[in-house]
């Protein structure tokens, strides 16, 4: 059913798109990707990450992210709430028929997973990738250069898979 222009579902699974499909978001070339070019939705470990030291809305705001509290829109309804109260940012990782997403309010911040049919936020982050040259070492020695440099990396694993 279509209230407007929001899709509501009060069938199980609750998914705004039938049959599922846990695809459309997962990965950088995501079919129903909402982002621009170049950028993502944040996996549930980038979403952990970015929020390591929030307790609250207020620190939700407050970071470089700049999240309002825009409330949710409900699946079964239509109905947009609690506007001005809390923040509900889906994430791209699927669990079961739900997806994950991070939630806070004027107390809490923290992880949850909820049906699809709710109409949450989105949040899109920058992709980093990292280009390297071809040939970095020609095999005449024509470009021998000495350079010092510091690297430093970050992995993010979209499943949450412990990474050995």
């Known amino acids: 059913m279509i209230i407007g222009l929001f899709i509501v579902n009060i069938n199980p699974p609750y998914d705004w798109h039938v049959p599922q499909n846990d695809t459309l978001w997962h990965t950088l070339t995501g079919e129903n990707n909402p982002c621009p070019s170049g950028w993502h939705i ?3 470990c980038e979403w952990e990450f970015a929020t390591t030291n ?5 620190d939700a705001f407050n970071s470089p992210l700049k999240l309002p509290s825009a409330g949710l829109r409900d699946g079964l309804t239509g109905y947009m709430f609690e506007q001005g109260l809390n923040g509900n940012y ?3 990782a699927p669990e079961s028929t739900n997806s994950k997403f991070i939630y806070f309010d004027i107390n809490h911040a923290n992880y949850q997973s909820g049906n699809r049919t709710f109409g949450l936020s ?10 390297i ?3 970095p070492f020609p095999l005449d020695a024509s470009v021998i250069q000495t350079k010092n ?13 412990i990474l050995y």
Do not use: A, G, H, M
């Open 54 to 58: 929030w307790e609250n809305r207020y």
């Open 149 to 161: 440099i510091t690297l430093s990396w970050s992995c993010f694993d979209p499943d949450c898979d």
């Open 133 to 135: 040259p071809n040939n």
């Open 122 to 131: 989105v949040r899109c982050i920058k992709d980093e990738l990292i280009s």
């Open 42 to 44: 944040p996996s549930f």
């Open 90 to 92: 889906w994430s791209s």
